[in-house]
T-cell receptor, first 114, second 109 residues
Framework: DTGVSQDPRHKITKRGQNVTFRCDPISEHNRLYWYRQTLGQGPEFLTYFQNEAQLEKSRLLSDRFSAERPKGSFSTLEIQRTEQGDSAMYLC????????????FGPGTRLLVL | DAKTTQPPSMDCAEGRAANLPCNHSTISGNEYVYWYRQIHSQGPQYIIHGLKNNETNEMASLIITEDRKSSTLILPHATLRDTAVYYCIVRSYGQNFVFGPGTRLSVLP
């Protein structure tokens, strides 16, 4: 399967702990996006990369959140000092610049903060 | 905020066509209409997109009105596996996707 993959698929953690999620985009895609989705809502944009450069961050991305894409391939999203309000599905998507930027999504990582 | 308005829910009988409407009255000339769907607990799945002409692929057809202020996604022969939340999004090149709450389609046996 050559789609977007995310790891882990599920994460349960205690409040105050740090968590890190990984996203592997479609191999030739140069843009990578992170979204957050809470129950009953559509996905909300967090940030995106073009190659290794982080080009935009949403105001939703508090200073406890950090994302990296060090070699322009996979990306990680870290949440420090998790809070119960961070419980959500974290989605990754990738696209190819110039292909009208159709985004293809991964299966998501579901985070539960106790 | 999302630039589209969709009904919150719809039902469709299995085997019949599902017609999902979307209103985007403030769409600008360089904005595309995209449709995604999300089956429970999965990531959104791309369906189709268009600018002003009607589009068809193996999954669905997209009908965009001449004034581009609304569109309809058509699933020609809905199956139970088409039960999902369907999102209509308008965006131009370089803009981020802004998802609204979508339409929850229930395909009934």
């Amino acid at each position: 399967d050559t789609g977007v993959s995310q790891d882990p698929r599920h994460k349960i953690t205690k409040r105050g702990q740090n968590v890190t999620f990984r996203c592997d985009p479609i191999s030739e895609h140069n843009r990578l996006y992170w979204y957050r989705q809470t129950l009953g809502q559509g996905p909300e944009f967090l940030t995106y990369f073009q190659n290794e450069a982080q080009l935009e961050k949403s105001r939703l991305l508090s200073d406890r959140f950090s994302a990296e894409r060090p070699k322009g391939s996979f990306s990680t999203l870290e949440i420090q000092r998790t809070e119960q309000g961070d419980s959500a599905m974290y989605l990754c998507a990738s696209s190819l610049v110039g292909d009208q930027e159709t985004q293809y999504f991964g299966p998501g990582t579901r985070l539960l903060v106790l | 905020d999302a630039k589209t308005t969709q009904p919150p829910s719809m039902d469709c009988a299995e085997g019949r066509a599902a017609n999902l409407p979307c209103n985007h009255s403030t769409i600008s000339g360089n904005e595309y209409v995209y449709w995604y769907r999300q089956i429970h607990s999965q990531g959104p799945q791309y369906i189709i997109h268009g600018l002003k002409n009607n589009e068809t692929n193996e999954m669905a057809s997209l009908i965009i009105t001449e004034d581009r202020k609304s569109s309809t996604l058509i699933l020609p022969h809905a199956t139970l596996r088409d039960t999902a939340v369907y999102y209509c999004i308008v965006r131009s090149y370089g803009q981020n996707f802004v998802f609204g709450p979508g339409t929850r389609l229930s395909v009934l046996p």
